[in-house]
């Protein structure tokens, strides 16, 4: 067991935990991947928020699941592992031209030093 001779020469050191962030801005028409992980699992968590000014809904979703914000409002949510986040103001019911709002993910990823 590391450390419980007194040697911690051959112990693996902690994860450390990186956090990103990043924002933007939504103006209707978009329909498009706004952030896509370079890798398969190199982010082991994500927290990924959009605000509607509206005037109509904005879709967006997270490694295929989709949401709904209703105008006026937001929504936020985590995902595990995520690898793709896609907004879209148009071609879904309850979309108005010139719906207009906000996103912003917060992005965790462990690192062995």
């Given at each position: 067991?590391?450390?419980?001779?007194?040697?911690?020469?051959?112990c693996?050191p902690?994860a450390v935990?990186?956090?990103?962030?990043?924002c933007?801005?939504?103006?209707?028409?978009?329909?498009?991947?706004?952030?896509?992980?370079p890798?398969?699992?190199?982010?082991i968590?994500g927290?990924f928020?959009?605000?509607?000014?509206?005037p109509?809904?904005?879709?967006?979703?997270?490694?295929?699941?989709?949401?709904?914000?209703p105008?006026g409002?937001?929504?936020?949510v985590s995902?595990n592992?995520?690898?793709r986040f896609?907004v879209?103001?148009?071609g879904q019911?309850?979309?108005?031209?010139?719906?207009t709002?906000?996103?912003?993910?917060?992005?965790?990823?462990?690192v062995?030093?």
């Amino acid at each position: 067991m590391c450390g419980s001779q007194g040697n911690d020469c051959c112990c693996c050191p902690d994860a450390v935990i990186f956090t990103e962030e990043i924002c933007g801005n939504i103006k209707d028409p978009i329909n498009q991947v706004v952030w896509t992980a370079p890798t398969v699992n190199d982010y082991i968590q994500g927290t990924f928020e959009v605000f509607n000014a509206g005037p109509g809904t904005i879709d967006f979703s997270v490694n295929g699941t989709v949401f709904t914000v209703p105008a006026g409002s937001s929504k936020a949510v985590s995902f595990n592992n995520p690898i793709r986040f896609i907004v879209q103001t148009f071609g879904q019911p309850g979309a108005v031209a010139g719906t207009t709002g906000k996103w912003c993910i917060t992005l965790y990823k462990r690192v062995f030093a």
